[in-house]
């Protein structure tokens, strides 16, 4: 939030070991800002102090949105599927578009638990490219 207007959203729910990004909105006015960068920065930072190991986040995006995927790569997000005429695209064909399954694998820290000697806890992550 700056001055009272929501910036930016990012939505994601965790699933078992996975968090899935469902929604990544920047306000026109706030793009071109590093909104999407500091959403994604502290996205990964909740996974990194998860309770319980994450092993990757995935998400999905338009096969043709450019800039998106640009900063989805930046973040270490690389293809592993496709979902074949997923969205609508507004235009006077009424065409369809694929959407591209991203992922970042993500490589847990584990330290031994106090409680539980032998036994492993995740403690925190780094992206694997």
Do not use: M, W
Request: proline share 3%.
């Amino acid at each position: 939030e700056v001055d009272g207007v929501a910036c930016g959203l990012l939505d994601a729910r965790r699933i078992g070991e996975e968090i899935e990004i469902l929604d990544v909105l920047t306000h026109p006015d706030y793009r071109r800002r590093g909104v999407a960068r500091a959403l994604f920065s502290a996205l990964h930072n909740c996974a990194a102090n998860a309770h319980g190991p994450i092993t990757r986040i995935i998400l999905e995006v338009r096969e043709d949105n450019e800039a998106a995927r640009a900063l989805y790569a930046a973040f270490g997000y690389v293809p592993f599927g496709r979902r074949k005429n997923y969205y609508a695209v507004r235009d006077v064909n009424d065409r369809r578009a694929d959407a591209l399954l991203l992922e970042r694998r993500v490589h847990c820290l584990v330290r031994a638990s106090a409680d539980a000697p032998g036994r492993g806890q995740a403690t925190g992550f780094s992206g694997e490219h």
